[in-house]
């Protein structure tokens, strides 16, 4: 008999070290994966909003999540998880013995496996680490790794870690996305049945999505309020206003982004941000999206009467662009790449690079007011015939007016006014080449010809080089670089801001007598059709041979705004087509809608101290001591101006 008994005693040490041994095994075996449970980090959604907080757009990889710490978590929710997941959890070691043992019974009975008892610490490592498939191995290593966890994390950071990591149906990664998606509340408002509806989601996603079984879904969670009565943890009025109630629920798209143009321009410039679309960043705009609204409608409405006035043309290739910015800190407020990103994602904004034809002229003449000519100064408006030699071949350039008609000498003003041609090629000359050149040069444009075709914009801009160009008259001599991104905050509430960036090209009274001849320009020359009631406007329109291109660039005393048309093969537009016809009722349409938006837009430009004006044979011109008047014939009254 004391044979027997050592025998036994050596089996069983024998048992017991293999037992150990297989423990040891399956535990080495798992060790390493206990890193990625302690140290998860799920990848999370990013948000680009614009200036007042609104969503623009969320930017997500494969899944769509929203994070939140436990201390976000509402008590009510954890019980209703304990109470439907895991009755025990916080007091179990990571496994459940009990739950274990009718698991066994039942799977025994059946002969394969078809209940775990898993507690939530097993379903965040299966969910995590492990495969989700039903086997006895996996089961072991499941339950070691989760005694192992309870030692190292928290109770509450293994809520975090699930709840943030669970599935909850309609593409929802974390219980922080369902609750917005779902009912667009944050976890601190929800109520007790939007709870108890959340925690039934976690053990069948897909069946008890609300958006598609809502009687099922509010089913199970009526289930789960019926436990949670049972174990005590709500009251018989809470219980029946749970029941009662019927939460509104939400069949919200993820990928929402009102402004495609923008966000792949955002991505563009954040393209070294690797993890921008796990990283959870909330990325703040300029963008106003009252303005981009309003912008996108002002596009297709130029867009439509377009295609009434050319209905002859195929206007597949016909398409526009839009973009506006704040004055005076160049903080782009709307941009709008094109009539229907669906069907072209091309950002003609950014990407487009035409010829600005006569919305250049404004720098031409600027540099010659910087040069001390003045508003009243002669220019003649006459023909004039080039010659020159391309490839070894003598050719002529003979430029002509739009009108093919010749105003023999005019006023800066009136010249700029009805955008001559002639006479401001002859300004080019009169100033010199060579000086109008270097203005050009420092205005920032890199691809102008080193030629007289200059002054008739005979280069390729795009719409934003055009906008940051064209705040030097609307920010008054210094020139702002266009802004679209405001600040980047990370997961951990690390902020980068976004700083202006200003370069100052002349003084503010010289910059204002151009903006008072391109006020002129819209009160009485060819941007008329850009006037708004109500608020000074200041501008010019652009167009080029054969009407391929249409602009019209302007500003009001606060806002700037650059609207473009053409066809993206660069063929004709069409019969009139030109940056006055086409492109400044655009901007009217624009602003109209604008001072609905803002009513308290600032109406009227201020004039800059040492700017004094004449009024010389019934006209009004604005001098600096740089511009002054170089010839006195007829009749002045001066007046200075503060």
């Known amino acids: 008999m004391r044979k027997l008994f050592k025998l036994f005693m050596v089996l069983c040490l024998f048992i017991g070290i293999g037992i150990v041994a297989i423990l040891v095994h399956y535990y080495n075996s798992i060790r390493f994966d206990l890193d990625q449970v302690v140290h998860y980090t799920p990848p999370l959604t ?24 436990f201390e976000d978590f509402p008590a009510r929710v954890i019980e209703a998880l304990a109470a439907v997941e895991d009755t025990l959890f916080f007091e179990h070691p990571g496994i459940n013995i009990d739950a274990i043992s009718r698991a066994m019974v039942k799977n025994l009975a059946s002969g394969k496996m078809l209940e775990g008892g898993s507690t939530i610490t097993q379903q965040l490592i299966k969910n995590i680490v492990l495969t989700p498939e039903r086997t006895f191995d996996r089961k072991i290593k499941e339950a070691l790794l989760a005694i192992r966890i309870e030692q190292v994390l928290s109770k509450e950071e293994i809520l975090e870690r699930y709840l943030n990591r669970a599935y909850f149906g309609h593409g929802y990664y974390g219980i922080r996305t369902a609750a917005l998606g779902y009912f667009r509340k944050d976890l601190d408002r929800l109520t007790l049945k939007e709870s108890a509806l959340l925690a039934g989601l976690v053990r069948a996603p897909a069946f008890y999505d609300p958006t598609k079984n809502l009687d099922f879904a509010l089913g199970r969670a009526n289930n789960i309020l019926q436990r949670m009565y049972a174990l005590g943890w709500i009251t018989d009025d809470e219980l029946q206003r749970g029941i009662d109630e019927v939460p509104k629920i939400y069949n919200d798209t993820l990928s929402a982004n009102v402004a495609p143009y923008v966000v792949n321009e955002v991505l563009r410039q954040l393209a070294q941000l690797q993890d921008i679309k796990t990283g959870g960043y909330v990325i703040k705009l300029n963008l106003d999206l009252d303005y981009q609204e309003a912008a996108q409608e002002a596009l297709v409405y130029g867009y439509e009467q377009i295609r009434k006035r050319q209905p002859n043309h195929d206007n597949e290739s016909l398409n526009g662009a839009i973009v506006v910015l704040e004055n005076r800190s160049g903080r782009i407020r709307a941009m709008v790449g094109g009539v229907d990103y669906k069907k072209s994602n091309f950002n003609r904004v950014t990407q487009a690079k035409r010829q600005p034809g006569s919305s250049f002229k404004p720098f031409i003449y600027q540099a010659a007011l910087d040069y001390s000519y003045s508003e009243s100064d002669l220019l003649a408006d006459i023909a004039r015939t080039y010659e020159y030699v391309s490839n070894g071949e003598k050719r ?24 001559l041609n002639l006479a401001t090629i002859n300004l080019v000359e009169d100033v010199g080449f060579e000086r109008v050149w270097q203005k050009i040069d420092q205005y920032g444009f890199v691809n102008a010809p080193r030629n007289l075709t200059i002054a008739l914009g005979s280069f390729a801009v795009s719409p934003l080089e055009m906008s940051r160009s064209y705040t030097i008259f609307s920010n008054y001599g210094t020139i702002m670089e266009p802004m679209l991104i405001d600040s980047i905050t990370d997961i951990r509430g690390k902020e980068i801001r976004f700083y202006e960036r200003a370069t100052k090209i002349t003084e503010e009274r010289q910059a204002f007598l151009m903006i008072d001849l391109l006020r002129n320009a819209v009160n009485r020359g060819t941007g008329r059709r850009a006037r708004v009631k109500g608020i000074e406007i200041a501008g010019k329109t652009g167009s080029t041979n054969n009407n391929i291109d249409a602009w019209f660039c302007g500003f009001s005393p606060t806002i700037q705004t650059v609207v473009w048309y053409g066809r993206d093969d660069n063929t004709p537009l069409g019969a009139r087509e030109t940056g006055s016809v086409t492109s400044a009722p655009v901007f009217s349409h624009f602003y109209e809608r604008l001072l609905q938006i803002e009513p308290g837009l600032k109406r009227n430009f201020n004039i800059p101290s040492g700017v004094y004006s004449d009024i010389k044979d019934g006209e009004q011109y604005f001098y600096t001591d740089v511009s002054a008047p170089k010839e006195t014939e007829g009749i002045y009254n001066q007046q200075l101006l503060p």
């Open 46 to 69: 990013t948000q680009i909003i614009d200036r007042k907080g609104r969503l623009v757009a969320n930017l997500y990889d494969k899944e769509f999540r929203f994070y939140a710490s």
């Open 396 to 419: 002529i350039w003979q430029p002509k007016n739009y009108t093919n008609a010749f105003k023999g000498l005019v006023t800066l003003k009136t010249a700029l006014e009805q955008s």
